[in-house]
């Protein structure tokens, strides 16, 4: 049986079927959508949601982060950082476009012209969210190649431990540097886009070297490029502490992931991630 499920935006939803309406309550509507669905999907809305957190997320929220975490170094730098916390959280949980620059000054608690003193415009202070962010991601997985050996297959698994630990420990960054970026302009999205660039050459770069050697075997290394990669950016949406699988454990599983994409014979017994 199908039944029509009435979306309000930020508010109940109502589904009617042949045993009336049931409702699932939120709060703060915005919007209504009328969408149609089997009557067991509705039913079971409350049971599914939770079978990734053992905490009820709201069905019309972006990601199940709720807490705004910037690099050490750019919290501690006072009137900017906390613009830059305030701008991240309203820009990962309503979008560039619905937040305002009076929006972002009273959740960092100043005045609009306050960040005007920082940043000429809004769309500088996400550009600056996407370099920071794309340089942390591209700083760490770098490093964990380095730091890995001269096999391909080690040398993936340490890029996706640490590309996945990324939008683990930064989820609202990782969510506003990749969704977001196609906002700014080619000037101000230029030093992102170096980064995003390099972060890609280096994993397509390890498949290469996999693919030479024999240990890989992919038809097109820029498919399982776009593959390994897009899988840890969808990480940042879901994940959260109450999951039931530590970060560790996911970056793991991940990895294990990408070695079954690049078709990958035996490997080398792995060293545990560090944590």
Same mark, same amino acid.
Not at 24 to 50: E, G, Y
Not at 86 to 94: D, G, I, M, N
Not at 119 to 124: C, G, L, V
Not at 222 to 250: C, E, H, N, T
């Given at each position: 049986?199908? /039944?029509?499920? /009435?979306?309000?935006?930020?508010?109940?939803?109502?589904?009617?079927?042949?045993? %009336?309406?049931?409702? &699932?309550?939120?709060?703060?509507?915005?919007?209504? *959508?009328? /969408?149609?669905?089997?009557?067991?999907?509705?039913?079971?809305?409350?049971?599914?949601? #939770?079978?990734?957190?053992?905490? &009820?997320?709201?069905?019309?929220?972006?990601?199940?982060?709720?807490?705004?975490?910037?690099?050490?170094?750019?919290?501690?730098?006072?009137?900017?950082?906390?613009?830059?916390?305030?701008?991240?959280?309203?820009?990962?949980?309503?979008?560039?476009?619905?937040?305002?620059?009076?929006?972002?000054?009273?959740?960092?608690?100043?005045?609009?012209?306050?960040?005007?003193?920082?940043?000429? *415009?809004?769309?500088?202070?996400?550009?600056?969210?996407?370099?920071?962010?794309?340089?942390?991601?591209?700083? %760490? /997985?770098? &490093?964990?190649?380095?730091? #890995?050996?001269?096999?391909?297959?080690?040398?993936?698994?340490?890029?996706?431990?640490?590309?996945?630990?990324?939008?683990?420990?930064?989820?609202?960054?990782?969510?506003?540097?990749?969704?977001?970026?196609?906002?700014?302009?080619?000037?101000?999205?230029?030093?992102?886009?170096?980064?995003?660039?390099? *972060?890609?050459?280096?994993?397509? $770069?390890?498949? &290469?070297?996999?693919?030479?050697?024999?240990?890989?075997?992919?038809?097109?290394?820029?498919?399982?490029? @776009?593959?390994?990669?897009?899988?840890?950016?969808?990480?940042?949406?879901?994940? *959260?502490?109450?999951?039931?699988?530590?970060? @560790?454990?996911?970056?793991?599983?991940?990895?294990?992931? @990408?070695?079954?994409?690049?078709?990958? $014979?035996?490997?080398?017994?792995?060293?545990?991630?560090?944590?």
């Amino acid at each position: 049986m199908w /039944v029509v499920a /009435v979306q309000l935006r930020g508010g109940p939803e109502l589904a009617c079927g042949e045993h %009336g309406f049931e409702m &699932t309550c939120l709060t703060n509507v915005r919007s209504v *959508s009328f /969408v149609l669905r089997p009557a067991m999907a509705v039913n079971q809305l409350d049971r599914n949601r #939770s079978l990734v957190h053992t905490q &009820t997320m709201a069905i019309n929220r972006r990601l199940a982060a709720t807490t705004a975490r910037l690099l050490p170094g750019l919290r501690e730098s006072g009137a900017s950082g906390r613009l830059l916390e305030a701008a991240l959280k309203l820009f990962a949980e309503r979008g560039y476009a619905g937040a305002s620059v009076r929006d972002v000054a009273t959740a960092a608690g100043v005045k609009a012209a306050t960040i005007y003193a920082h940043y000429p *415009s809004k769309e500088h202070v996400l550009a600056e969210l996407c370099r920071v962010g794309h340089e942390e991601q591209f700083r %760490g /997985v770098r &490093t964990a190649v380095l730091d #890995s050996g001269g096999d391909p297959r080690e040398q993936i698994v340490a890029y996706v431990r640490a590309h996945v630990d990324f939008h683990t420990t930064y989820p609202m960054l990782a969510v506003v540097s990749n969704s977001e970026l196609h906002v700014l302009s080619e000037e101000l999205g230029a030093a992102t886009f170096v980064l995003r660039r390099q *972060s890609e050459a280096l994993m397509q $770069d390890i498949i &290469t070297r996999g693919m030479d050697s024999g240990h890989f075997h992919v038809r097109d290394r820029w498919l399982a490029v @776009a593959a390994i990669g897009g899988m840890g950016l969808r990480v940042a949406y879901w994940f *959260s502490p109450d999951y039931k699988l530590s970060a @560790a454990q996911v970056a793991e599983g991940y990895a294990e992931f @990408a070695l079954r994409i690049l078709g990958a $014979d035996a490997k080398p017994d792995r060293k545990p991630a560090k944590r």
